[in-house]
């Protein structure tokens, strides 16, 4: 065993004697083994083949630093038989032969890298023996040269104190030079016009003359410059107080004078006045502009020369001023604000009289781009003189020009709205007039819609303009947030449907016995077109607005049921109006006919009266005209004998008792009794009953007015026996067509009775016709 435990080592390297000693052999072997490990950046326990973490003291642990073969083949033949034993050298010699093939194989795949290593190193050695050969002369020529410099320093030490001397001499001749010749230097330049240049020679020698004007060579030059430097500040003042000159070249005066020691107080005051001057003249040339002749240049033209001139030249007069008087401090900044407020104040009041000479046009695009141009060129005096407030009093013209527009569109959509009534009303005349037929309701109702929603639609897209992105005030809180919800939505689309609901029901208010000049049909017509905004137009007009004006303010708006609900009750009270209008029209042809008519002695009738054919047409008229814009609406369920109950009624036993002769006023049993008890047990008649909006509502309530004036004309009157008759022939022919036109045919019924009751109670013989002879008289007629 012991022979075997020595022989699973490997032989002696290359490099080994084979008279080493033995124990640094497995030494070595634990060396290449970490070399490798390194290499393959395996841990401990990873080389092994097993878990890490075993002690790192262990003897018996083969890759351990502490391992001892004796010990461990101690351990092996006392725990191990011989089998095991046996195997376990056999793993161990493969291991073995493993790690000497990975070690050749190590060698072999950086063969090439250790030879260029090598190489490497041969080269070095040898540029390092060149390199320090040129070191060392390096370092010779060093010491040769610093022996030399000393030796040179050394030999003109003396003549290196009188050079520095001489250089300092001649300097200050240089100086002294220059200030005898300064005289005549700044006379030279005053001639020149180079007064830049003689301000900054004056700079030059002023401390100079002032420390040294004791002298009296010194004082003399003082002197005469002083006599030139004031001819000099008599030329710039006089230069700068004739103006031909821009804002730079007065400014460039300025800056000389300052320089020349002229008070700045009073440079100030010039300055100003001077640039007063020049940006008068601008705002003169813009006011000369807006005069009767010649005529004025477009809105656009007009800012873009207030902003070239006036605003260009207050932007240079104000940042020359900065920079020439910033040690005015905080008196000159206000000097400086008060000039600008002031003359931007009369700029501002011309640019909104030339605004509001363009009020009255409808294209806002070339509005909305001179108000943009007018408020980009503010900006730049807005951000220089913040104190004068000009950029702020720009966006107030800007946003007082955009609330005079919407007013002006508001008012273009009423009269728009306007203009779409009287070319109804022209509509409805014309084919009267002309005897030939007009267009109908629903083609007028649709052109009167459309052209709302369109002159809404134009109005909406030239306000956006105000709000685009490109524009530069559109960022401001106003035109996010004011502008697009109590402008734009409120003041003008929700202002426009009140006025068109406060326009529609004006119609309604109009005097006259007729409904003055208003045609029914107009006021039909309104009553459907404010019903179509109640149900869709309304909500679909809102939609749209918000959707183009994205809101940004919370402030509350007007819902759209408190809009829908105003047109309604518009609509309502307009179609009301009419039923009272066509009923009052039919009412006075009833009321003339019954009024003139001589009822005590007329004739024994043989035909229906004309006005009672007249009613029966205009009935059906106004049922044609009502049923092209409103649908039918519920009746009652109508009897089979609708056509003939009035007449039943009229001639029933019970009419007939009524008029016997057993019932004059000298029987016991008063008729005007019967007649009141009768109406108790009665339904009574709303005559002035809401109007539902649709044609049978309608034609009901007309029908209702009308009968109701018959009624009571007849309760006015006195009959004969003839009299009696006519009436009861009339109401039976206005009951063979009226029926048809209402909601319950009772209705009729009631009010036809009534009258024929009413003529009977007021007739001295009240001897009724032969229904037989009705019916012919009414089949005739």
């Given at each position: 065993?012991?022979?075997?435990?020595?022989?699973?080592?490997?032989?002696?390297g290359?490099?080994?004697?084979?008279?080493?000693?033995?124990?640094?052999?497995p030494?070595?072997?634990?060396?290449?083994?970490?070399?490798?490990?390194?290499?393959?950046?395996?841990?401990?326990?990873?080389?092994?083949?097993?878990?890490?973490?075993?002690?790192?003291?262990?003897?018996?642990?083969?890759?351990?630093?502490?391992?001892?073969?004796?010990?461990?083949?101690?351990?092996?033949?006392?725990?191990?038989?011989?089998?095991q034993?046996?195997?376990?050298?056999?793993?161990?010699?493969r291991?073995?032969?493993?790690?000497?093939?990975?070690?050749?194989?190590?060698?072999?795949?950086?063969?090439?890298?250790?030879?260029?290593?090598?190489?490497?190193?041969?080269?070095?050695?040898?540029?390092?023996?060149?390199?320090?050969?040129?070191?060392?002369?390096?370092?010779?020529?060093?010491?040769?040269i610093?022996?030399?410099?000393?030796?040179?320093?050394?030999?003109?030490?003396?003549?290196?104190?009188?050079?520095t001397?001489?250089?300092?001499?001649?300097?200050?001749?240089?100086?002294?030079?220059?200030?005898?010749?300064?005289?005549?230097?700044?006379?030279?330049?005053?001639?020149?016009?180079?007064?830049?240049?003689?301000?900054?020679?004056?700079?030059?020698?002023?401390?100079?003359?002032?420390?040294?004007?004791?002298?009296?060579?010194?004082?003399?030059?003082?002197?005469?410059?002083?006599?030139?430097?004031?001819?000099?500040?008599?030329?710039?003042?006089?230069?700068?107080?004739?103006?031909?000159?821009?804002?730079?070249?007065?400014?460039?005066?300025?800056?000389?004078?300052?320089?020349?020691?002229?008070?700045?107080?009073e440079?100030?005051?010039?300055?100003?006045?001077?640039?007063?001057?020049?940006?008068?003249?601008?705002?003169?040339?813009?006011?000369?502009?807006?005069?009767?002749?010649?005529?004025?240049?477009?809105?656009?033209?007009?800012?873009?020369?207030?902003?070239?001139?006036?605003?260009?030249?207050l932007?240079?007069?104000?940042?020359?001023?900065?920079e020439?008087?910033?040690?005015?401090?905080?008196?000159?900044?206000?000097?400086?604000?008060?000039?600008?407020?002031?003359?931007?104040?009369?700029?501002?009041?011309?640019?909104?009289?030339?605004?509001?000479?363009?009020?009255?046009?409808?294209?806002?695009?070339?509005l909305?781009r001179?108000?943009?141009?007018?408020?980009?060129?503010l900006?730049?005096?807005?951000a220089?003189?913040?104190?004068?407030?000009?950029?702020?009093?720009?966006?107030?013209?800007?946003?007082?020009?955009?609330?005079?527009?919407?007013?002006?569109?508001?008012?273009?959509?009423?009269?728009?709205?306007?203009?779409?009534?009287?070319?109804?009303?022209?509509?409805?005349?014309?084919?009267?007039?002309?005897?030939?037929?007009?267009?109908?309701?629903?083609?007028?109702?649709?052109?009167?819609?459309?052209?709302?929603?369109?002159?809404?639609?134009?109005?909406?897209?030239?306000?956006?303009?105000?709000?685009?992105?490109?524009?530069?005030?559109?960022?401001?809180?106003?035109?996010?947030?004011?502008?697009?919800?109590?402008?734009?939505?409120?003041?003008?689309?929700?202002?426009?449907?009140?006025?068109?609901?406060?326009?529609?029901?004006?119609?309604?208010?109009?005097?006259?016995?007729?409904?003055?000049?208003?045609?029914p049909?107009?006021?039909?017509?309104?009553?459907?077109?404010?019903?179509d905004?109640?149900?869709?137009?309304?909500?679909?007009?809102?939609?749209?607005?918000?959707?183009?004006?994205?809101?940004?303010?919370?402030?509350?708006v007007?819902?759209?049921?408190?809009?829908?609900?105003?047109?309604?009750?518009?609509?309502?009270?307009?179609?009301?109006?009419?039923?009272?209008?066509?009923?009052?029209?039919?009412?006075q042809?009833?009321?003339?006919?019954?009024?003139?008519?001589?009822?005590?002695?007329?004739?024994?009738?043989?035909?229906?009266?004309?006005?009672?054919?007249?009613?029966?047409?205009?009935?059906?008229?106004?049922?044609?005209?009502?049923?092209?814009?409103?649908?039918?609406?519920?009746?009652?369920?109508?009897?089979?004998?609708?056509?003939?109950?009035?007449?039943?009624?009229?001639?029933?036993?019970r009419?007939?008792?009524?008029?016997?002769?057993?019932?004059?006023?000298?029987?016991?049993?008063?008729?005007?009794?019967?007649?009141?008890?009768?109406?108790?047990?009665?339904?009574?008649?709303?005559?002035?009953?809401?109007?539902?909006?649709?044609?049978v509502?309608?034609?009901?309530?007309?029908?209702?007015?009308?009968?109701?004036?018959?009624?009571?004309?007849?309760?006015?009157?006195?009959f004969?026996?003839?009299?009696?008759?006519?009436?009861?022939?009339?109401?039976?022919?206005?009951?063979?067509?009226?029926?048809?036109?209402?909601?319950?045919?009772?209705?009729v019924?009631?009010?036809?009775?009534?009258?024929?009751?009413?003529?009977?109670?007021?007739?001295?013989?009240?001897?009724?016709?032969?229904?037989?002879?009705?019916?012919?008289?009414?089949?005739?007629?």
């Open positions: 065993m012991a022979a075997a435990a020595g022989g699973l080592g490997p032989g002696p290359p490099g080994d004697s084979p008279e080493g000693p033995e124990p640094e052999a030494e070595r072997r634990r060396k290449a083994h970490g070399m490798l490990k390194l290499y393959y950046g395996l841990s401990e326990g990873e080389a092994a083949g097993r878990p890490a973490g075993p002690d790192p003291l262990d003897p018996i642990d083969l890759n351990g630093a502490h391992f001892d073969p004796e010990v461990y083949l101690d351990k092996l033949r006392r725990e191990c038989p011989l089998a034993l046996m195997d376990s050298e056999t793993d161990m010699v291991q073995i032969r493993a790690l000497d093939s990975d070690m050749q194989t190590l060698v072999y795949e950086n063969y090439n890298k250790f030879i260029s290593a090598t190489d490497t190193i041969r080269k070095m050695k040898n540029d390092f023996r060149k390199m320090e050969d040129e070191m060392d002369r390096l370092a010779n020529n060093m010491a040769v610093t022996d030399f410099s000393a030796r040179i320093s050394a030999t003109l030490q003396d003549r290196h104190e009188r050079i001397k001489l250089a300092g001499a001649h300097a200050l001749l240089r100086k002294l030079q220059f200030l005898f010749e300064l005289p005549s230097r700044l006379t030279k330049c005053v001639e020149l016009g180079a007064y830049g240049q003689a301000v900054r020679y004056q700079g030059r020698a002023r401390a100079v003359l002032q420390q040294y004007q004791h002298l009296p060579s010194f004082r003399a030059i003082q002197d005469d410059c002083q006599v030139i430097t004031a001819r000099l500040a008599q030329q710039l003042r006089q230069r700068f107080r004739e103006g031909g000159s821009g804002a730079p070249e007065q400014a460039e005066c300025v800056e000389l004078l300052l320089a020349l020691g002229e008070p700045a107080e440079l100030c005051e010039e300055f100003l006045a001077h640039a007063r001057g020049r940006l008068e003249d601008e705002l003169r040339s813009l006011e000369a502009e807006l005069g009767p002749s010649p005529p004025a240049p477009d809105i656009l033209e007009f800012t873009d020369h207030g902003g070239s001139g006036f605003v260009g030249g932007c240079q007069v104000a940042t020359a001023y900065q020439l008087f910033a040690a005015q401090g905080p008196a000159g900044a206000e000097k400086l604000a008060a000039f600008a407020h002031e003359l931007g104040g009369r700029y501002f009041a011309l640019v909104e009289q030339r605004l509001a000479q363009e009020q009255g046009g409808g294209d806002n695009s070339l909305v001179a108000l943009d141009r007018f408020h980009r060129r900006r730049a005096p807005g220089l003189l913040a104190a004068a407030g000009l950029a702020e009093a720009a966006t107030e013209i800007v946003e007082r020009v955009a609330r005079e527009r919407l007013g002006h569109h508001l008012q273009g959509l009423r009269a728009a709205f306007l203009g779409c009534l009287t070319d109804v009303r022209q509509a409805l005349a014309a084919p009267r007039l002309a005897g030939k037929e007009g267009p109908g309701l629903a083609e007028l109702l649709a052109n009167v819609a459309s052209s709302v929603l369109s002159h809404i639609k134009a109005s909406l897209a030239a306000v956006h303009l105000f709000t685009a992105k490109e524009v530069s005030f559109s960022n401001k809180p106003y035109f996010r947030g004011e502008f697009c919800s109590q402008g734009v939505r409120e003041g003008l689309i929700v202002g426009f449907i009140r006025s068109m609901c406060q326009t529609a029901q004006s119609f309604c208010d109009s005097p006259g016995e007729k409904g003055g000049a208003t045609p049909a107009l006021l039909l017509l309104l009553s459907r077109l404010c019903l905004y109640e149900t869709a137009t309304i909500s679909y007009i809102l939609t749209l607005t918000d959707e183009q004006f994205l809101v940004q303010d919370q402030s509350p007007t819902p759209v049921s408190t809009l829908c609900a105003e047109a309604r009750e518009t609509a309502r009270r307009l179609l009301t109006h009419y039923v009272k209008v066509q009923g009052l029209v039919i009412s042809m009833l009321r003339k006919s019954v009024e003139t008519r001589d009822w005590l002695s007329t004739l024994e009738p043989r035909n229906v009266r004309a006005v009672m054919k007249r009613v029966v047409e205009d009935t059906t008229a106004i049922d044609v005209q009502v049923g092209l814009l409103y649908e039918e609406g519920v009746r009652k369920a109508q009897s089979s004998d609708s056509s003939k109950r009035t007449f039943s009624v009229y001639s029933s036993s009419q007939q008792g009524r008029y016997a002769p057993s019932y004059t006023p000298s029987a016991p049993m008063d008729t005007n009794l019967l007649s009141n008890i009768q109406k108790l047990f009665s339904e009574r008649i709303d005559v002035f009953s809401p109007v539902e909006f649709n044609k509502s309608v034609l009901t309530g007309i029908i209702k007015i009308s009968l109701k004036t018959l009624l009571e004309c007849v309760r006015l009157r006195t004969g026996r003839f009299g009696l008759q006519q009436v009861q022939v009339d109401c039976h022919f206005l009951q063979l067509y009226l029926w048809r036109f209402v909601a319950d045919e009772e209705l019924h009631l009010l036809l009775d009534e009258v024929v009751a009413s003529a009977a109670l007021r007739c001295p013989d009240p001897v009724p016709m032969e229904p037989s002879v009705v019916e012919v008289i009414c089949e005739r007629g």
